[in-house]
């Protein structure tokens, strides 16, 4: 089966695809129209994470690349969630590297890397990571980070790597959501970006890594 198919299944709040060839828009293919605009260093076209599908990925530069997706209230991710993403790292320009991000530290929540290859989840100030040598050079990996209201799990090319046990106060930031950058810019390929109001479970996690590896 497809690998969008496999995601639109799961009723993503939203998805981006990141595999537009020229313009400014980074299309939501959720149906739920969140879209996103290209600024600053991203080059598009790139050669995307999945296996069987020619759909291409976007570079983030490090510096000043990133989209930007206006505030909405289901991508403040309250109650149960999931984020889930294809990544390469081209390379590690300086410490936090971000990734994804939705408004401040304090309010919001970031996806960064460490310079062992460790992704992190920050959130409310609280910290959940995935393990060294999760990110890597050589390679697409597949990640997907869960929030049940209890713990935080993370998963690694469709195994759960490490769970951490976290209370998280509702968020209300209103700023933006970034893709290509946390705290700071992160130089990575990114891939098949997608949200969810639910945790998704690890048959289904399996399953979209099966449908696009």
Known sequence: MPYTTVVLADSPIAYWRLGEASGT??????????????????????????AYDSNTAARFDGSIGLVSVPDDSALRLNGSWSIEFWAKQVSYPHQFAGLIAKGSNQNGYSIWADPWGGLWLKRHNAEAGSGSGAIVSTGYRYFVVTYDGTNVKWYVDGVLKQTTAESFPGNGDPGQLQLGKGDVYGNNDIDEVALYATALNATRIAAHYASGH
């Open 25 to 50: 828009t980074a299309v939501d293919s959720s149906g739920h129209g969140r879209n996103g605009a290209y600024s600053g260093g991203v080059t598009k076209g790139v050669a995307g994470a999945l």
